[in-house]
């Protein structure tokens, strides 16, 4: 029994030297947001006018695009960039960065993104025009003053999440990855590559060692359709042990919040939820306490994913999110 006991300090002891905050940055947060027309189209906005809002009213200067796939070849060898060549154009105009991500799984349900037109290829023919498609747009933009960095998938070892709507994908999920990695390395070696994972479920071993940079999701309100609503019992040492952890094994790399929730997890599309029952699951309170919880995680750079949400919510007579991520992005 002593020695149990003596275990359980022991391990108690390792616990809390791995949950402090080793690094050695004291600059202020810096804040982004996600921003896709995919998501803009969800909501039935107009495009552009939610993006020049971000830029323009909310001053935001630090994006994450996602180049979905459907979007951006809606047909074999048809390929569509005016949504992302505006969107670039105009992040160039106001020297603000990007992170452009790319790949079948990008932000968004249903996490994986098919075109119509690759549904009914073999694997192999999926394969190679997945690799057609990063290689087109790669080359497309690497020469952006603005790209700082490419996100290769999203989460893509978060299998469980998207077991329905990944199939290919996750079949062979490292060696399709690990290919991409390689494919943009070579068209583009002077620009990082960011492989993200689960903050809460995620072992993050296995996006930390593959990526240039580390990016982390930060969930706490979801709703389980057996559980219902609810908020995960995790507070901020987790992320910082998770971080302490990967980094004593892999070395220290640049890592970040790509995807902090400040939008209501939902069973349901948005257009077809109540506005109550969204505010319940994400008001300004809530918003808040994302803010606060992600400052005591040990990361300094965090990327907001809702922003689509805050406008339309502002659009729709709620402008208190909207005016509180401007003070954000004003202090920041």
């Not at 990008?106 to 999926?126: A, D, I, R």
């Amino acid at each position: 029994m002593k020695k149990f006991f003596s275990g359980l300090i022991l391990i108690a002891a390792i616990l809390w030297i791995l949950s402090l905050d080793f690094s050695s940055t004291t600059a202020k947060p810096q804040y982004g947001v996600s921003f896709s027309r995919f998501h803009a189209d969800e909501l039935k906005l107009d495009w552009k006018e939610t993006y020049l809002a971000l830029l323009d009213d909310l001053g935001v200067r630090n994006f994450r695009f996602s180049a979905h796939w459907p979007l951006t070849e809606p047909q074999e060898n048809v390929f569509n960039f005016k949504e992302l060549d505006f969107q670039f154009k105009e992040a160039e105009k106001r020297n603000a960065s990007v992170i452009l991500a790319v790949g079948h799984r990008l932000p968004g349900w249903p996490e994986c993104h098919t075109p119509e037109w690759v549904k009914e290829l073999s694997y192999e023919q999926h394969e190679q025009k997945l690799l057609n498609y990063i290689e087109v747009t790669v080359n497309r933009y690497k020469n952006s003053p603005v790209l700082q960095y490419w996100q290769i998938e999203n989460e893509p070892f978060l299998l469980f999440f998207s077991r329905a709507n990944c199939g290919m994908h996750n079949k062979k999920v490292k060696e399709i990855l690990i290919k991409e990695i390689l494919l943009v390395q070579r068209l583009d070696p002077s620009h990082p590559i960011i492989i993200t994972d689960s903050g809460e479920f995620g072992d993050w071993f296995r996006a930390y060692k593959n990526g240039d940079v580390f990016g982390t999701t930060m969930y706490l309100y979801v709703w389980n359709r057996t559980i219902g609503p609810l908020r995960y019992p995790v507070i901020p040492a987790l992320f910082r042990i998770k971080k302490n952890i990967v980094s004593l094994i892999y070395k220290e790399k640049p890592s970040i919040v790509i995807e902090l929730s400040t939008e209501p997890w939902l069973l349901q599309p948005i257009l077809d939820t109540p506005v109550d029952t969204q505010l319940e699951r994400m008001d300004l309170d809530k918003f808040n306490e994302m803010i606060n919880f992600s400052s005591k995680t040990g990361f300094n750079s965090f990327y907001l994913w809702g922003a689509e949400w805050w406008y339309w919510m502002k659009q729709n007579g709620y402008p208190q999110l909207w005016e509180r991520a401007k003070e954000l992005f004003k202090n920041s």
